[in-house]
């Protein structure tokens, strides 16, 4: 019952992160049909600038307003200098423009640092606190929460309470009357890529310390759970990557916990499988999953 | 869904052919003037085989097994329209069959040149059983979500080699024991020689097939599903199995490419077959032309030349070592990664598209000035 305890509050700690990557996703496709595969690895590159302020100043909290600041900077440059000028008429040329993204940002990443994995610092402890015998969740746990938290909340106002938010939902849901109605439509999906690389870069943060380490390659298998999150909640809707994001955090630390953490990457493979050949649309879906 | 069945074009249905006269020994002909090109290239690749220098053979050799995996994945995305980003994956399962199954002939202590044939298609059956079941599953999804799924299959697999370890020994892999070029072409045969004829025909063979296979019935319900589903079922195709059949297919080619890559390197492990592989035959896809198999010919060469040229490039220059190391490791990723996105934004049909746009050109204007 202890380990149940224990790998429970990992997962949802786990979890927060990938719900905080899967929201990411979600901005994206929400606002631009585009699934940006390129999502782990403009993340990781964020999380580099980190590693080199923090290793400039000596000051955590520098690099992690340095991340943020990349991240944000680096939506906005994808988006304008490559993403706007791909024909989406087919599905298949974003994909596989993001995927050439990938290839550029890792080689990048390799040629400046190389390809061993050099440690991420964390700002809190990251030891257990013990209550009555029972091992909890440790300082830093908590400031995965906080933080996944107040990114989730921000969001939410945004898009629910300013004028700013409004513009994007419209811009996104119909265009050509936004443009009419004078909204940037083209600037609102600038700000979209942005705010969604922005959350991305804060989860690789988040959760780049409690892995190996930093690689180039730091966010692939936490892509296909996070992606895996945003299908389990429906691609479309903001909730729902956050509990598909818990759901899935919970799952793999249960299956590593149980049965061997070699296994977990299989697990994501059947739950994305399992969840899109049952309910294609995601379990959280309003719109009808297209049908032919 | 029976009754659809029934509607679907016959074979001697003059679709594409229609007025012409003698439309239906065209057909026939398209038989022949592929394996006149498959003889042609066979001859020209045995002349070649001669005259270059060993390593120059072994690196051919290299772009064989990649253009069967580039042609399978180019007729998958380019003509049916699925994205696979898990044929890595698939030349991972080729690979490691081949690998099994020569060393279960070596440790029963058989020998002979047909041991090599039997464990390439057995790495075809078993790719084709796992493309069947991806597939199956492909043919449910579309789009992004097909994207999602080929890319977790392209990362989980490899890892399965470790968690397996048992069977498939982990990072360090398996080796391939291989024969020796059989002892009537002579004592002295390079080595090299034979690996190349050996990759050459068996990509050969299997480019024959996929040529045909693009021309005929299958190759034009192929093309229906991916222009339009809708329409494609309306005119009495099956659209799901028209899909779980392209995947097998692909799959079919990718696994002999992966088990061509595995008897030439003469081992095999996760590491030759992570998600950079998988990105690397969808970018030899693109640069080649969508759907285009003679473009797959530029994506395979490209594959191979360009980290070769990249350590030229590195050579240049005076660099650290560990420089020039993370230099020339990852300068082919960077090039690859900026070509797929410059080739997918300013010339979309590759580098066949822009060859056979140009050949067009010339004869029109030849045309024009005899006129």
Redesign the interface.
């Known amino acids: 019952m202890d380990r149940f305890i224990f790998l429970t509050l990992d997962g949802l700690s786990r979890g927060a992160v990938y719900a905080a990557f899967a929201l990411a996703l979600v901005l994206i496709w929400r606002a631009a049909r585009v699934v940006n595969f390129a999502q782990g690895a403009m993340a990781v590159a964020a999380a580099y600038v980190a590693y080199s302020v923090t290793a400039a100043t000596g000051s955590y909290w520098l690099g992690f307003l340095a991340a943020l600041a990349a991240g944000l900077l680096l939506g906005a440059v994808v988006d304008r200098v490559v993403m706007r000028h791909v024909n989406h008429a087919s599905p298949l040329n974003p994909v596989i423009v993001a995927l050439g993204l990938v290839l550029l940002i890792q080689a990048v990443l390799g040629m400046i640092y190389g390809s061993q994995f050099r440690p991420a610092e964390v700002p809190f402890s990251r030891s257990a606190f013990t209550v009555g015998g029972l091992t909890v969740l440790s300082p830093y746990d908590l400031f995965v929460f906080a933080a996944v938290g107040v990114v989730v909340s921000a969001l939410a106002w945004i898009f629910a309470r300013t004028a700013v938010g409004l513009r994007m939902r419209a811009a996104a849901f119909a265009p050509e009357v936004s443009r009419l109605l004078g909204v940037n439509v083209g600037g609102m999906l600038t700000l979209g890529w942005a705010l969604a690389s922005g959350v991305g870069a804060l989860a690789a943060m988040l959760v780049i310390p409690t892995e190996l380490g930093l690689h180039p390659h730091a966010m692939d298998l936490v892509f296909v759970s996070a992606f895996t999150a945003a299908v389990v909640g429906g691609l479309d809707s903001p909730p729902g990557a956050v509990v598909g994001g818990l759901a899935v955090g919970l799952l793999l630390s249960y299956v590593s916990g149980y049965a061997g953490s070699d296994l977990t990457p299989l697990a994501v493979l059947v739950l994305l499988l399992a969840v899109l050949l049952v309910r294609p649309g995601g379990l959280f879906s309003t719109v009808a999953a297209r049908r032919v | 869904m029976s009754a659809t069945r029934a509607v679907a074009p016959p074979q001697e249905s003059p679709v594409g052919a229609a007025g012409r006269p003698g439309a239906p020994r065209r057909r026939g002909g398209t038989l022949l003037r592929h394996l006149a090109v498959a003889v042609v290239a066979g001859l020209l690749l045995v002349g070649v085989s001669y005259a270059v220098e060993p390593f120059r053979n072994f690196q051919l050799a290299t772009v064989a097994a990649y253009l069967c995996a580039v042609a399978g994945l180019t007729v998958l995305?380019g003509l049916n329209?699925q994205?696979s980003?898990g044929h890595g994956a698939l030349m991972a399962t080729g690979a490691y069959t081949v690998a099994l199954c020569q060393n279960a002939f070596y440790d029963r202590g058989l020998t002979g040149g047909w041991l090599l044939p039997v464990s390439l298609a057995a790495a075809v059956v078993a790719t084709v059983a796992v493309g069947a079941v991806v597939g199956v599953?492909a043919a449910?999804?579309?789009?992004?979500?097909l994207?999602?799924?080929t890319?977790?299959?392209a990362?989980?697999v490899p890892?399965?080699a470790?968690?397996f370890d048992g069977v498939f020994n982990g990072e360090q892999g398996l080796s391939v024991p291989v024969e020796p070029p059989p002892l009537a072409l002579g004592p002295s045969f390079p080595y090299e020689r034979w690996q190349l004829w050996v990759a050459g025909a068996a990509t050969l063979l299997a480019l024959l097939l996929l040529a045909n296979l693009v021309r005929s019935r299958y190759g034009r319900t192929f093309r229906a599903v991916r222009d339009d589903?809708?329409a494609a079922?309306l005119a009495g195709i099956h659209?799901a199995r028209t899909q779980v059949l392209a995947f097998v297919v692909s799959a079919a080619t990718a696994g002999l490419g992966g088990a061509l890559l595995a008897v030439l390197a003469q081992s095999v492990s996760p590491g030759a077959f992570s998600?950079?592989l998988s990105?690397f035959l969808?970018?030899a896809v693109?640069i080649g032309g969508l759907g285009r198999l003679a473009g797959a010919v530029w994506g395979a060469v490209l594959l191979v030349a360009l980290p070769d040229l990249s350590h030229s490039v590195t050579e240049l220059f005076t660099l650290s070592p560990?420089a020039a190391q993370?230099?020339e490791?990852?300068?082919?990723?960077?090039i690859?990664?900026?070509?797929?996105?410059v080739v997918?934004?300013v010339a979309?049909g590759g580098v066949q598209g822009l060859l056979s746009r140009l050949g067009r050109a010339v004869l029109a204007r030849w045309r024009a000035r005899r006129s």
Do not use: C, D, K, S
């Open positions: 995305t329209g994205l980003l599953a449910r999804l579309r789009g992004p979500y994207a999602g799924v890319l977790a299959v990362i989980v890892a399965l470790v968690t589903e809708v079922r659209v998600m950079t990105l969808l970018m693109v560990a993370r230099l490791g990852n300068l082919p990723l960077a690859f990664g900026t070509t797929l996105i997918m934004i979309p």
